[in-house]
Nanobody, 114 residues
Framework: VQVVESGGGLVQSGGSLRLSCAASGIAFSMHSVSWYRQAPENQREWVATIGTNWLANYADSVLGRFTISRDNGRRSVFLQMDSLTPEDTAVYYC?????????WGQGTQVTVSS
């Protein structure tokens, strides 16, 4: 199983980024997929989840600014991040979940400058 995030980078406050999470070696459509983030010296926090039925849920801190979506044909999940602020600076991780199994990616850095 391989989970790979991409799309991070440096952006100015108010800008946008689109993160991607691609998975291989797994029955992708059977897994819910979540994004988490971890800022320096902070605990990892949940950002958003999209279920196998495409139902999406968001943390209050990103509701209305971030949009999670999935493309089962491409075995990928996306996180569209708009109206970014410096508080969104973190390493963003993708996690696939099914039954008792979790699969994490290595993370992608997002830095928002003021």
């Amino acid at each position: 199983v391989q989970v790979v995030e991409s799309g991070g980078g440096l952006v100015q406050s108010g800008g946008s980024l689109r993160l991607s999470c691609a998975a291989s070696g797994i029955a992708f459509s059977m897994h819910s997929v979540s994004w988490y983030r971890q800022a320096p010296e902070n605990q990892r926090e949940w950002v958003a989840t999209i279920g196998t039925n495409w139902l999406a849920n968001y943390a209050d801190s990103v509701l209305g600014r971030f949009t999670i979506s999935r493309d089962n044909g491409r075995r990928s999940v996306f996180l569209q991040m708009d109206s970014l602020t410096p508080e969104d600076t973190a390493v963003y991780y993708c996690k696939l979940h099914w039954q008792n199994n979790d699969y994490w990616g290595q993370g992608t850095q997002v830095t928002v400058s003021s």
